[in-house]
């Protein structure tokens, strides 16, 4: 099974920063097939980035991903308040399509 | 738009059995594959399983082969998840999700406690 390991496990900043979250996996992502979701409090997952590099639809043009193989990155180019949430990354190649633990993005 | 909404969680002993409902609307329910997606408070969700369109293709977590069964109903626009021999790490909120891979649509949860 592949295992993905999200770094770092908190990010505080400020509204207006640039965020970079990380997710490494423990083999290649076959396809580039890697999503992330992004969590707030309360509610359920919410698809932002498919194939790696793909927004889902509604997804903001501040976020994007990056990466191949086995490092991918979600970047969020200018924090806004609505942003400050738990980031997930998603392998979904072969079964199981396993979810890493996730990176909170919290106010400075 | 579209929406899922579970039914179905429930307070169950340890070794007994909870079947997960999830109606479905706004989209072409029969085109998709459906999954369910479980999450522990505090952790990451975790994949259970997936049901193909057609209903043919199943896949399950590892933990989860030989006590877990999806299904679907297509006329009515229905998925479940039948769960047996549950276990006290099985509490979790548990998802309905459109999808097989990437996952666009996910329901509000319905929470199985094991205890």
């Known amino acids: 099974d592949i295992v993905l390991t999200q770094s770092p496990g908190t990010l505080t900043l400020s509204p207006g920063e640039r965020a970079t979250l990380s997710c490494r996996a423990s083999?290649?992502?076959?396809?580039?097939?890697l999503a992330w979701y992004q969590q707030k409090s309360g509610q359920a997952p919410r698809l932002l980035i498919y194939?790696?590099?793909n927004r889902a639809t509604g997804t903001a043009d501040r976020f994007s991903g990056s990466g191949s193989g086995t490092d991918f990155t979600l970047t969020i180019s200018r924090l806004e308040p609505e942003d400050f949430a738990v980031y997930y990354c998603?392998?979904?190649?072969?079964?199981?399509?396993?979810f890493g633990q996730g990176t909170k993005v919290e106010v400075k | 738009e579209a929406q899922l909404v579970e039914s179905g969680g429930d307070l169950v002993q340890p070794g007994g059995s909870v079947r997960l409902s999830c109606a479905a609307s706004?989209?072409?329910?029969?085109?998709?594959?459906m999954s369910w997606v479980r999450q522990t408070s505090g952790k990451g969700p975790e994949w259970v399983a997936t049901?193909?369109?057609?209903?043919?293709?199943?896949y399950y977590v590892d933990s989860g082969k030989g006590r877990f069964t999806i299904s679907r109903d297509n006329v009515n626009k229905l998925v479940y998840l039948q769960m047996i021999s549950l276990r006290v790490e099985e509490t979790a909120v548990y998802y309905c999700?459109?999808?097989?891979?990437?996952?666009?649509?996910w329901g509000k949860g319905t929470t199985v406690t094991v205890s």
């Open positions: 049901i193909s369109q057609d209903g043919t293709d199943k």
């Open positions: 083999q290649s992502v076959s396809g580039n097939y």
């Open positions: 706004g989209f072409t329910f029969s085109d998709y594959w």
């Open positions: 999700v459109k999808g097989a891979r990437t996952m666009d649509v």
């Open positions: 998603q392998h979904y190649g072969n079964s199981p399509w396993t």
């Open positions: 194939g790696a590099t």
